[in-house]
Structures are given as structure tokens and as C-alpha cells.
T-cell receptor
């Protein structure tokens, strides 16, 4: 049973559109929520992360929205580009720790 | 800096064989870990270490052994390979202390293992 549930499994978005990936968790002890991006044949790399004391964090075209009461967080990619085509993983940990629990992943394809 | 280096990149084993996946990092990270990645399952933690001589089990440790004799190296041993261990394995490292604006796990490029 996955502690972090991620949806959708795959997503196709037109160039310039908004990509939205959602994650939900049950363990209220989680206090660190990063998103990782993985290109084919490569290891995941940190994209953006949020802590539960804020509801939103934005870095360039990437935004995390966090809803503590609903135990949900999401990644929004604005003005999606073909270069954003990758697998995205949400994750969570306790005590801002290194032991990350990952979601199942979302394969994003941005069509030009 | 090479970052996190994993070898081999590809390996085919027969059921019952043993092997070691190597992982080395040159960032002086205290924390090192092994994950396996399977379709629809995300990344699952196998074993982790918070320093030389200290290891602990993750979510899916059965069938795997680890040791940490140096800060730099964290090998993963498959004792008797089974088809269920066919997967892509990732080693990751980070500083032990999560600073306010970091907390980043650095991943290697993965080792693809097939067990026949």
C-alpha cells in the first residue's frame, strides 16, 4: 500500500498548456514534500520542494500547491514545453528527513 | 565532481546467482540509500545508511544486503537472485542534516538488472 498516492499515471499536454499532477498522503507526520523529475535513462533529480508551513511555492514555471487539511499537494507546470516531457515523482518524508517515500510517478508528454 | 556513480549500468543474471551493485559518491555525504524502481510502483527504499558502519532496512529489504565501510561507498548485494528482483536500482546520497532550503537527494544514473 503506497503511502503517497499519485495521479494521473500518464498525462499528455499541448505545448503552452498547463500540466497538473496530484498527490495525496495519509501520514500526518510527513513534513517535507519534494517533487523529482526523471528523464529516460537518468536518475531522478530534485525539481522543487515545499514544507507544510506554506500553501504555495513557485520556481519559474513550476508551482507546488499544498493543502494541509486535505492532505494533498500538486505540481503545476505552466507554459509546458516539449523539454518538460519526463516522469515526475512526488515524495514525502518525516522530520524533513532523507528517507523519502515516493509516489508511483506520472509520465508527462508535451506535444509540440 | 562525478556525483553518484553506479556500476554496472546493465546486468543479466540467472536465478540463484549472486552479485554486487556498486555505488560511490564524492560529495562527502553522510546519508546513502538504495531504491528500486518498478513500473507503477515508483521508487521503493531497500536499505539506507547514515554513516560508515551504520545501515538500516527500508521498505523492501528482503533478498538484499548492504554494508558501509567508508563514507564514499555503499554496495548492494543480491544474495540469490530471483526474477522478482528484475528492476532498475538507484543509489542516492545526501547530507544528513536537512538545511532549511535544501534536503536534496542526489541520484546515480541507475543499474538495470534482469534476472532470468
Amino acid at each position: 500500500q503506497q503511502q503517497v498516492k499519485q495521479s494521473p499515471q500518464s498525462l499528455i499536454v499541448q505545448k503552452g498548456g498547463i500540466s497538473i499532477i496530484n498527490c495525496a498522503y495519509e501520514n500526518t507526520a510527513f513534513d517535507y514534500f519534494p517533487w523529482y523529475q526523471q528523464f529516460p535513462g537518468k536518475g531522478p533529480a530534485l525539481l522543487i520542494a515545499i514544507r507544510p508551513d506554506v500553501s504555495e511555492k513557485k520556481e519559474g514555471r513550476f508551482t507546488i500547491s499544498f493543502n494541509k487539511s486535505a492532505k494533498q499537494f500538486s505540481l503545476h507546470i505552466m507554459d509546458s514545453q516539449p523539454g518538460d516531457s519526463a516522469t515526475y515523482f512526488c515524495a514525502a518524508s518525516i522530520d524533513y528527513g532523507n528517507k523519502l517515500v515516493f509516489g508511483a510517478g506520472t509520465i508527462l508528454r508535451v506535444k509540440s | 565532481n562525478a556525483g553518484v556513480t553506479q556500476t554496472p549500468k546493465f546486468q543479466v543474471l540467472k536465478t540463484g546467482q549472486s552479485m554486487t551493485l556498486q555505488c560511490a559518491q564524492d560529495m562527502n555525504h553522510e546519508y546513502m540509500s538504495w531504491y528500486r524502481q518498478d513500473p507503477g510502483m515508483g521508487l521503493r527504499l531497500i536499505h539506507y545508511s547514515v554513516g560508515a558502519g551504520i545501515t538500516d532496512q527500508g521498505e523492501v529489504p528482503n533478498g538484499y544486503n548492504v554494508s558501509r565501510s567508508t563514507t564514499e561507498d555503499f554496495p548492494l548485494r543480491l544474495l540469490s537472485a530471483a526474477p522478482s528482483q528484475t528492476s532498475v536500482y538507484f543509489c542516492a546520497s545526501s547530507y544528513l542534516e536537512i538545511l532549511p532550503n535544501t534536503g536534496e537527494l542526489f541520484f546515480g544514473e541507475g543499474s538495470r538488472l534482469t534476472v532470468l
